[in-house]
């Protein structure tokens, strides 16, 4: 059974562009949640979503957004890099939305430079 | 909101000890997992453990929600158990998202 596959592996942006990530979750599962990895701030979450639906959000600025369709594979944005927004970011799918666990990806790279 | 503590920060053994890692959270939870990350960055599921023990090989896992903390126990350390040990909680208010520890940087020396 294939895992979580999230692409691009890695991404070196400049400053003021956008980047979009992608995350296809585990077949069946139909929640999708993003996380965000930064030295300072640990692991901290983005947007949770279930059925094409936004159910939660975490504190980050409108810069950053999130959508799924309706084959649960799952898409974030991000607008205006900052140099901050260097991270690794992960995706996690779940059967549906923690009760199961979760299931993590490899993970994207990005660089702002 | 709630607060999750993972000690020791970091940990050097040697190959061949045992370790327990521990994870205390401020508040209820319905959800709990360990996980393991790579040295390339991938979270490695190891027990989703909300409550009770498990065990998976050398690996170990209580979680007494009542007192609200969880253990992990590594035994016979190798030199591939090095990494970084996170917790991560969700809680019973339905938010569906994890709150991570800040992790246990563990090194095992051959």
């Known amino acids: 059974k294939a895992g979580v596959t999230q692409t691009p592996r890695y991404l070196i942006k400049t400053r003021g562009q956008q980047v979009t990530l992608s995350c296809s979750p585990i077949?069946?599962?139909?929640?999708v949640s993003w996380y965000q990895q930064t030295p300072g701030q640990g692991l901290q979450f983005l947007f949770e979503?279930?059925?094409?639906?936004?159910?939660n959000k975490g504190n980050f600025p409108g810069r950053f957004s999130g959508r799924q369709f309706s084959n649960s594979r799952s898409e974030m944005n991000v607008s205006t890099l900052e140099l901050g927004d260097s991270a690794l970011y992960l995706c996690?799918?779940?059967?549906?939305?923690?009760?199961?666990?979760?299931?993590f990806g490899s993970g994207t790279r990005l660089t702002v430079v | 909101g709630i607060q999750v503590e993972q000690s020791p920060p970091d940990l050097i053994l040697q190959e061949g000890a045992n370790s327990t890692l521990r994870c205390n959270f401020s508040?209820?939870?319905?959800?709990l997992q360990w996980f393991h990350q790579n040295p390339w960055g991938q979270l490695i599921n190891l027990f989703y453990?909300?409550?009770g023990t498990k065990q998976n090989g050398r690996l170990s896992a209580t979680t007494v929600a009542t007192e609200r903390y969880s253990l992990l126990y590594i035994s016979s350390s190798q030199t591939t158990d090095s990494g970084v040990y996170f917790c991560?909680?969700?809680?019973?208010?339905?938010?569906?998202?994890?709150?991570f520890g800040t992790g246990t940087r563990l090194k095992v020396l051959a």
């Open positions: 996690a799918s779940s059967l549906g939305g923690g009760s199961y666990g979760y299931t």
């Open positions: 077949s069946g599962h139909r929640s």
């Open positions: 979503y279930f059925s094409e639906t936004q159910r």
């Open positions: 508040d209820s939870v319905n959800n």
């Open positions: 453990i909300p409550s």
């Open positions: 991560a909680v969700g809680t019973t208010s339905g938010t569906y998202k994890y709150i």
